[in-house]
């Protein structure tokens, strides 16, 4: 059964490896997988972001990469809580970062007899595209929940500290007006 890596293998943020084209010829990284995240904007989409009262967001306290199967699990679960208790058409959710980097994983064997046959060592250990991932640093905002019913700030919140949870690295949850500015106090 194939396994995921440990993340900690990917921690550290380095140049986006990122050059995918439509044509080949230009195609820098062959093989790469497309994103498992289906949608970035959810719930009401006519209206536009500035003409919503308030704005709920995850803000990134530190730099990090997050896997795009991650945010795919945390926009399914925020989606369906959200329409379960707003309803459809009352808010607009919004995932502002796109998985642009690719990671990539040299697959190593060890561990029984014959194995240096298939491992090489070093040789050719660039790696081949396994995921995506999205790369945040402290201040971004990961994501982004508009609503105008007040009443419902505190189950918003509620929401944006269950999705903290499933997510790697420290975030805050930030509730602001949209027009002023000013964040509310919960």
């Known amino acids: 059964m194939a396994r ?23 195609n820098y990284i062959p ?11 959810m719930g009401e989409l006519t209206r536009n ?3 919503w009262q308030y704005e709920a967001s995850l803000v990134a306290k530190e730099n990090h990469q997050i896997r795009d199967n991650a945010i795919e699990a945390i926009r399914v679960m925020v989606n369906k809580y959200l329409e379960s208790t707003l309803g459809k058409k009352r808010y607009l959710f919004i995932i502002r970062k796109y998985p642009h980097h690719i990671y990539r994983e040299k697959p190593v064997v060890g561990g029984y007899a014959g194995a240096d046959r298939i491992s090489q060592g ?12 999205v790369q945040i ?11 105008d019913d007040i009443t419902k700030a505190k189950d918003i919140k509620y929401f944006l500290q269950v999705a903290r ?22």
């Open 31 to 41: 093989g790469a997988k497309p994103t498992m995240v289906r949608l970035f904007h």
């Open 137 to 147: 640093y402290e201040g971004e905002k990961l994501l982004s929940i508009f609503f």
């Open 165 to 186: 949870s499933k997510l790697p690295w420290r975030y805050r949850e930030e509730i602001v007006e949209v027009k002023s500015g000013k964040p509310l106090a919960l």
């Open 4 to 26: 995921l890596r440990r993340w900690h293998c990917y921690r550290k943020l380095e140049v986006p490896y990122t050059r995918v084209s439509r044509s080949k010829n230009k």
């Open 49 to 51: 972001p500035s003409e």
């Open 122 to 133: 070093m040789r050719l250990s660039f790696g081949r595209p396994k995921g995506r991932a």
